[in-house]
């Protein structure tokens, strides 16, 4: 009988505990998705994470359920860029990780309304704000993509041809394209890309700045 009492006691404790630590876990979990979710600065945290890890904790971000809403033209260049300083921050920390050759003050002086950054294989790194309110796409939602996502029906196959050609040459430019907000509405686009060399003259990035033409 003793034995008995000794087993249902040394039981009840195992099932304490585990049921202690589930409880801590869950807990714990909630609290790790509620950070995430309510972490100022999203887009910079994912920006430094490798593929793999932003795979690892894509499905604890909740989706952005926003109406995206159409930018006109104000007639006053980079009078809606109202994050010059955070996006400068962004860029700044790339290029000290990429050890980019690159006076990004000067490219931003490029009037502009969205920002892109994408590889060397022009698969979208980061985007900032201005991006977001231009097309209704958020980060989470273009990362790993290409700009392509942007392209349709009625976009230009020699305008696209021409762009490809240009990126090839290596040098700035600046396009017009017909592209498509997130809710397929159209819109004229007006690019100025740039190739972006390390300290080994090595193309590691491109760097578009967008505007929407009236």
């Known amino acids: 009988m003793t034995v008995l009492k000794k087993n249902m006691d040394f039981g009840f404790w195992i099932f304490y505990r585990l049921k202690n630590n589930n409880s801590r876990k869950m807990n714990r979990d909630k609290k790790n998705n509620a950070d995430l979710n309510s972490m100022m600065c999203l887009d910079i945290y994912l920006t430094s994470l490798s593929q793999v890890e932003y795979l690892g904790i894509k499905n604890r971000i909740k989706?952005?359920?926003?109406?995206?809403?159409?930018?006109?033209?104000?007639g006053v260049p980079g009078s809606i860029t109202k994050n010059v300083d955070q996006d400068l921050t962004v860029l700044q920390r790339f290029s000290k990780l990429h050890t980019w050759q690159v006076n990004l003050k000067e490219i931003l002086a490029t009037p502009h309304q969205a920002l892109i950054l994408t590889d060397g294989s022009l698969k979208?790194?980061?985007?900032?704000?201005?991006?977001?309110?231009m097309t209704g796409y958020d980060l989470k939602q273009?990362?790993?993509q290409t700009p392509k996502l942007l392209q349709g029906k009625g976009t230009s196959e020699e305008t696209k041809a021409r762009i490809r050609k240009k990126i090839n040459a290596g040098m700035p430019f600046t396009e017009e394209i017909l592209n498509y907000r997130y809710n397929k509405e159209e819109y004229t686009c007006r690019l100025s890309i740039f190739q972006i060399h390390n300290s080994k003259n090595q193309v590691t990035h491109f760097l578009a700045l967008e505007s929407e033409v009236a």
């Open 63 to 74: 989706p952005s359920y926003f109406k995206p809403h159409p930018l006109t033209s104000l």
């Open 142 to 144: 273009v990362v790993g």
């Open 124 to 133: 979208i790194q980061w985007i900032n704000e201005g991006f977001t309110k």
